[in-house]
Each structure stands twice: as C-alpha cells, then as structure tokens.
C-alpha cells in the first residue's frame, strides 16, 4: 500500500478532526487572501483612474478630499470655485484641456456632473482611453444626460427616459419630494460603455442644466413675496439670466501641453500668484499614494492579525494528530514488523500534515476569491471603485507554500514520536 493510501485512510479514519482542522486553515488563508486582494485591486483601481489627466483644480481645503470627490465621486465638495477661474485655465497656453465639473444633485443617488461635450470628444478619463457610448448619443442641448453603465443599470433609465434630479450630492433618506426638482427634467440621450471606474456611477449633463436649476431655486427665494405673474419665467430664460459672476464651478481635470509646465502652474495656483485665482492645485496620483500611505498601517495590522490566524489553524494539525498518535501506535507497530522502515512511517504523518495545510490552503483561496466576487458590487458602491476578485497574484502562491511548509513543520513533532514508537510493546496483546 502506498503512502498516500496510507495518509488518506488515516484522514478518513479522523474525519470529523481532519474537516476541522481543514475548517480552520481554510478561514485563516481566505482571510490573509481577501484582504491582500482588496487591498491590491484597490490600489490598482486608484491608481489607474488618476493618470488621465495632470491636475485638479478646486477650493482651498483638504487636498485629498477634493481629489475623492472630483475622481471617485466619494463624499462632498469643499466649496464652489467662480467660473472666471475655469475661464482662466482654458485660456491658458500652456493648457491642453480643462474640463470643470459642476456638483449639486442626483438621481437616486447617483451624481449629476454638469460638464463642456469635450469630456467625450476630447478628454482621457485614463491614459489613451476616452468615454464611448453603448447606445445613443452624447447631449447637445440643456436638460440632456448621458449616464453611466451602472447607473443606468441600477436606475433602469433607457434612451429616451425622462428624469428628474435631487437636490444634494447624495440622496437624503426620509427626505421625501422636498428636495426633488420636479420641474426640471432631463432627458437620456446615451448610456455609456463600461469603464471600470467610478464614472459608471454618474450621470453627465451640461452646466447650463446644473447652474439653471440652482439659479432657479435662488430666485424664487427671492421672489417668494411677489405675485407669480412678475417671476413666472421659463428654464431657458433662467439660463439666459445669469451673469457670468454668478457661475461657480466645482473642480476642473487639468490636462497640459508639456510635462514642464506641470510643478510652474501648481506652484501659480497655490501660492497665489496665478492671476488673481483662490484655489488649490493638486497632483490626483501624489494624493492617492498618500492615502494608501496612510491606510497601509491599518492594512498591515489586519494582515499580522490575519497571519496569526492561520498560524493558529496550522497549530491545530500538530494538535490533531498528536493527539491521535495514542491511537496509532498499535498500527504503526504493526507497520514496522511487517517491514515498513522508521522513515517510512516519518513520511507518511509529514505528508498528512502536508495534505491537510495545502488542501486547506487550497479551499481558502477559492473561498476568497468566491466572496470577493459575490460581494464586489456592493464593495464598488461602497468605496466607489471596481472590484471583481477574478485575477491571480503571486502572492497567493506564497502564502499557499508557506502554509503548506508550516503545516509540515508543525506536523515534526507528532512524526518524530511516530519514528520512535517502540514496536515490542506496542504489539502486546490488548488486555
């Protein structure tokens, strides 16, 4: 009989032990994988959406927030910018592209962005890749959207389909019609391809739209007194109504001409020397790295604790078949006296401790993997990125060999006093 025969029918023979220990490999494994992962393809998802373009500019304030909530649509903005500064930076000569971004509403909580058609023509939401459309076309006039493939996924809006925003950056739970803008509404006009980045998530129409609805709201404040026959106006003559000055936008995605004006024009902006502007420049990729910086010490705390767990799990294999060597000496005297040698029977308890930790191992990355794909849409809305848990790293293959190596480790002891098991007393009759 082989000696892998040999390990199965003893894994057999423990089997509530053995799918134990197994159990508790398993968890530790998946849990060292899953965080490794979600933090790996978090990462990667970060970092990936932010090489589009070279800048942000915004409000003063914290830097990482505005980056957040430009790029990954997280949180809220600081404040609004005059639309003078995005004139500013479209003039400038050593600007490629500048795309503004005007914030203030949702559908069901996914963001309307007021924005210029050259976010679909001209500009890279990553590098070398542009917004394509799924169906439809992108707006043309006020009050048309394009949205989001999930967005349109999640809200069931179609071609066609007509909508109406909600005041707030974020939907208000409770809020009931009071903050919705029933008397404006949008219509879809394209749905978006798959991008894989939070912009699947949002709906993009123009600033006319964005400014039009809050310049609505500011004048019926103002005229809530007056008979409705002096400010009975239509949407479009809302919009023709603003003055430039009354404009504000949220941020504008910087894209220049040449790498060397890159550090010159951050430098203007923040210190105050760019014309006049109050605002803020931020690189999107130093922000991010800082904030893996800043997680990465929770992130180790959680891999150390996931680390300890294995190693627990592993303990358990030296505890099981220690604990059965009491049982076994009988048959490994048997063994010996029918000629099996000491190494033999070394062999055999290192390859069950070998068995149990890889297969263990083995279920723990699946299992990881599994829940990371079953959870990753709720994963990508919660943390506004995508997820999917599909991709293999290498760094599963050394976790899998060093639980693999442990287990047999631990499993040393157990097999050294198999080795020394003495044959003559172990083969007396059983009283």
């Known amino acids: 009989m082989s000696i892998f025969r040999i390990v199965l029918k003893n894994i057999k023979q423990r089997s509530l032990a053995s799918v134990l220990t197994v159990f508790s490999i398993m968890l530790g494994v998946a849990l060292v994988i899953s965080i490794l992962i979600l933090k ?223 550090d010159l024009l951050r430098r203007q902006v923040n210190e105050n020397k760019y014309d006049g502007i109050n605002a803020q420049a931020v690189i999107p990729v130093f922000e991010i790295k800082q904030l893996f910086d800043i997680i990465g010490n929770i992130n180790s705390i959680l891999i150390v604790i996931a680390y300890l767990v294995v190693f627990v799990a592993v303990i358990s294999i030296l505890v099981s078949i220690y604990n059965s060597m009491n049982e076994r000496k009988r048959d490994i005297a048997i063994m010996r006296s029918l000629g099996a040698r000491k190494n033999t029977i070394l062999n055999i308890i290192l390859t069950e401790g070998l068995l149990v930790s890889f297969i263990g191992g083995i279920l723990g990355i699946i299992i990881s993997h599994l829940l990371i794909f079953i959870l990753k849409d709720t994963i990508s809305n919660v943390a506004g990125i995508q997820i999917n848990g599909t991709g293999f790293y290498p760094f599963e293959l050394y976790i899998l060999t060093g639980t693999v190596l442990l287990g047999v480790f631990v499993t040393l002891i157990p097999a050294l006093k198999a080795y020394n098991t003495d044959v003559a007393s172990n083969l007396a009759p059983v009283s």
């Open 40 to 262: 790996q393809e978090s990462q990667d998802a970060f970092n990936q959406t932010a090489t589009g373009y070279e800048l942000i500019i915004g409000p003063k304030g914290s830097s990482l927030q505005l980056t957040l909530n430009t790029i990954y649509h997280i949180g809220v903005p600081i404040q609004n910018i005059p639309y003078d500064t995005y004139t500013k930076l479209k003039d400038d000569k050593r600007v490629k592209l500048a795309i503004p971004y005007v914030l203030g509403d949702n559908y069901k909580n996914h963001r309307l962005i007021g924005t210029v058609p050259e976010i679909f023509s001209e500009f890279n939401y990553q590098k070398d890749k542009k917004y394509k459309l799924k169906e439809g076309k992108f707006f043309e006039k006020d009050f048309e959207a394009v949205i989001g493939s999930e967005a349109a996924l999640k809200t069931g809006l179609k071609v066609g389909d007509k909508f109406s925003g909600s005041h707030g950056v974020e939907a208000y739970e409770n809020a009931g019609d009071i903050l919705d803008h029933k008397e404006f509404k949008f219509t879809v006009t394209g749905i978006l391809e798959k991008t894989f980045t939070p912009s699947d998530n949002v709906i993009f129409t123009s600033m006319n739209s964005t400014w039009g609805i809050h310049h609505h709201e500011a004048e019926e404040k103002r005229n809530e007194n007056k008979p409705k026959d002096e400010h009975n106006h239509n949407h479009d003559e809302h919009l023709h109504e603003m003055k430039d000055s009354e404009k504000s936008v949220t941020a504008v995605l910087i894209s220049l001409k040449s790498p060397v004006y890159f």
